[in-house]
């Protein structure tokens, strides 16, 4: 009977359990209400600073370098972030600049929302500087564009300047075009080039000649006239340049017709160099210690061989290569199999031997083959002392 005593003062009380749980939860939906509230004022306090976007403060203390009309520019609804490198002060810093203006003059041509998107622009050192500049000292994009010319002024490279155009002169040789690119290339990289300045100098850089004759009857009136008179003159330049070349080509080829009638030489080798697609004549040939177009020239100065008539270009072939055997394209001279036939030819017969590469191995053997001058003499000796002996007799 002790032991299922129980007393009951000590068992828990089902109505203030449930009284402290409902405590618990009024407590709890209070602190939830709370949460609630606050999160709300977060979300008020987020909108309101994102319409006036102020989503950047430079420094720590919420100063701004910019007064208070830049400070609170809002920025265009198309606005995207700049694909531009960020400037680091290690490099020219007009460069920077130029590239700069060009993208965000995609967006606007707005003074203050170019000097409050500048410092995005910026990384390491150059946004450091733009931090530590006095608040309210930047008044325009022009007073921040020249403050950050200055400051990093040192980083930006040995430029050029007119006086470099003196030393410029058109070669004896060069054509017009290529002076012209040059001379083009030089203006640009002088920065703030007068063009009237550019001019003078480009004017008496000229060599003298019909282009320098025209400028001198008739001024240009600017830059951009004297290039369109210089783009005529460079089209008939090189015209003149082609016709040059094909007259030296067709006299040539008269010249070596005059020489060697066509008539004197065989068929067989006619249809052989007309033909520059047969395989090797020849199982093997003479190796040389020149190039096959030194060999060709060799051998039409001392008229041992006679050029062909022009072969007609294929319509299909490489333009870039070039044979001056057969005065076309679509081979190179290196590459003509017809020549090389010839040329072989012609060191069979004995011609173009200073042209032959000997080897040891090479000159034994040619030395073997024709024998030796004073061994042939020592040989022939005795029968003419017989024929002597005979005639004494």
Not at 168 to 176: G, N, T
Not at 190 to 204: K, S
Request: charged content about 30%; hydrophobic content about 30%.
């Amino acid at each position: 009977m002790e032991e299922s005593y129980v007393d009951r003062s000590q068992q828990p009380n089902p109505s203030s359990a449930l009284e402290q749980l409902k405590a618990e939860m009024m407590e709890l939906r209070r602190l939830r209400e709370k949460d609630a509230h606050e999160l709300s004022a977060l979300r008020r306090e987020n909108a309101e600073l994102r319409s006036d976007n102020r989503t950047w403060h430079p420094s720590h203390d919420g100063r701004t370098p910019f007064t208070p009309d830049i400070a609170g520019a809002r920025l265009p609804d198309n606005w995207k972030n700049l694909t531009l490198e960020k400037y680091d002060g290690t490099s020219d810093p007009e460069e920077h600049l130029d590239a700069f203006v060009t993208q965000v003059g995609l967006y606007t041509d707005d003074d203050a929302i170019m000097c409050k998107v500048f410092p995005t622009s910026l990384k390491g050192p150059a946004l450091n500087w733009f931090t530590r500049l006095p608040p309210g000292s930047i008044d325009s994009f022009t007073s921040l564009s020249s403050r950050f010319v200055i400051q990093f002024a040192t980083s930006r490279p040995h430029q050029l300047t007119s006086i470099a155009l003196v030393s410029i002169r058109q070669e004896k040789k060069e054509p017009l075009r290529a002076f012209m690119e040059r001379f083009g290339k030089m203006m640009l990289s002088i920065r703030n080039l007068d063009p009237a300045v550019a001019m003078h100098h480009l004017t008496t850089a000229l060599r003298p000649g019909p282009f320098v004759n025209s400028l001198c009857k008739k001024p240009p009136h600017d830059l951009d006239d004297l290039r369109q008179r210089a783009t005529k003159y460079m089209q008939m330049e090189e015209l003149a340049e082609f016709r040059s070349q094909n007259r030296s080509d067709l006299f040539l080829g008269k010249r070596e017709n005059d020489k060697e009638p066509p008539k004197s030489r065989p068929r067989e080798a006619i249809d052989r160099e007309k033909s520059n697609n047969r395989g090797p004549r020849y199982m093997q040939y003479t190796p040389l210690n020149a190039s096959r177009a030194k060999v060709l020239e060799q051998a039409l100065a001392t008229e041992v061989l006679a050029v062909p008539r022009r072969a007609l270009t294929p319509p299909h072939a490489d333009k870039t290569k070039a044979c001056h055997f057969h005065r076309n394209r679509g081979h190179t001279t290196e590459e003509c199999s017809a020549l090389r036939d010839r040329i072989e030819d012609l060191v069979k017969a004995g011609h173009l031997q200073n042209f032959i590469w000997i080897t040891d191995n090479r000159r034994n053997e040619y030395r073997h083959g024709r024998g030796e001058p004073g061994r042939d003499n020592r040989d022939r000796a005795p029968p003419r002392n017989r024929s002597r002996e005979r005639s004494r007799s």
